[in-house]
């Protein structure tokens, strides 16, 4: 059922993002932030931020996380941003790639596409557990303290076979989670 239809206030949306009354979106070409008020649909603030905003997720107590993509060679960071503090570089993405993120309400997830994983971390951006999706992640959120992940294959490399996905569930507080379609 269809509750809403709104278009983007963007072009080329990319991160979305939603924390108490506002979602946060950003757009990859213009290389803007927008914290968007969900009950008028109007922007309530423009963001700059310090490079390309790939993912968003709100960590909590009014703050969001990102993934930001810096330089020529688009290297991944993870940033925290707070109303009063702006931008803070918490730490660099392993081999500077990553992208989706989601938040437990104690750890920062994020999954790197080609390697098709998710990556738990601590405070300081060290790996604590490494999590095998078995495909190409194309986001993934908590529900309950279960991970939803959209995965599948974009096949782009074989034009006679369209896209494949799906969304999987797994426990990651299970030693050998299991995904289930």
Known sequence: VERKRVASL????????YDSNYLWMSSRDLGTLYKIHMDTWKVAQEIDPPGVVWAAVSSGNGEMCFTIGKGLN?????YRYGTNEGFTKLFECPD???SYISFDGKHLY???????????????????????????????????GSIYVLRGRENKNQPNKSEEWRIARLDPKEENPQLED
């Open 10 to 17: 963007t072009i080329t949306p990319q991160a979305l993002a």
């Open 74 to 78: 688009d290297d991944r960071y993870i």
């Open 110 to 144: 994020m999954s790197q596409w080609y390697e098709e994983c998710i990556l738990k971390f601590d405070a300081q951006g060290n790996v604590l557990r490494e999590l095998d999706i078995g495909a190409e992640i194309c986001g993934h959120t908590f529900v309950d």
């Open 96 to 98: 500077f790639t990553g």
